[in-house]
């Protein structure tokens, strides 16, 4: 019941902020840490990953949580709020499927490649996941996402070239 001031890094924006938190449960999934909490910053529960925060320090405050359900652990994405990508993966890019949750993930086929769907909670984390597989991952559906990766690997080239 009592707030917490945390440091906590965000895979989003690759960048420590700082938070008022309010933990709420703590639950496993996937092999990773996770608390519900309520944010002060943003006035809504959020689940922030254990491993990510950086620092942790009591306030000595004990506010009234938010009155809204919590999530189910695990389900965190399953609302319908967050844009759905569909991407086909190769066996060297199958490591996404064991680190971020996925609605659904196919049957490989022969060559090993697994058609999977999983929700885009942050733009900028997503682009930067898809440069980083290049050529083993290809957006399936829906198109815009498809050009929003091209646009993102296209300004990293550009980057690289003028260095």
């Known amino acids: 019941g009592e707030q917490m001031r945390i440091s906590y890094w965000s895979p989003a924006r690759d960048e420590v ?17 996770y608390v519900t909490a309520d944010d002060e ?18 306030t000595g405050r004990h506010p009234e949580p ?16 967050s844009a ?3 991407l086909r993966l190769a066996p060297e890019a ?22 999977a769907t999983l929700a885009v909670v942050s733009e900028p984390w997503f682009t930067r996941t898809l440069v980083r597989l290049g050529a083993h991952c290809e957006v399936v559906s829906p198109n815009d996402w498809a050009e929003r990766s091209r646009a993102a690997a296209a300004r990293v080239l550009d980057r690289y070239r003028r260095s």
Do not use: H, K, M, N
Request: aromatic share 12%.
């Open 17 to 33: 902020g700082e938070r008022s938190i309010l933990p709420r449960q703590v639950f496993t999934d996937r092999g990773e840490w």
């Open 94 to 115: 199958r490591w996404v499927v064991e680190r971020y949750p996925f609605d659904e993930v196919g049957e490989p086929d022969a060559d090993g490649w697994v058609v």
């Open 41 to 58: 910053r943003s006035g809504e529960i959020r689940i922030f990953r254990i491993d990510r925060i950086e620092a942790i320090v009591p």
């Open 84 to 86: 759905r990508v569909t």
């Open 66 to 81: 938010l009155d809204r359900p919590l999530p189910v652990p695990g389900e965190w994405f399953t609302d319908g709020a």
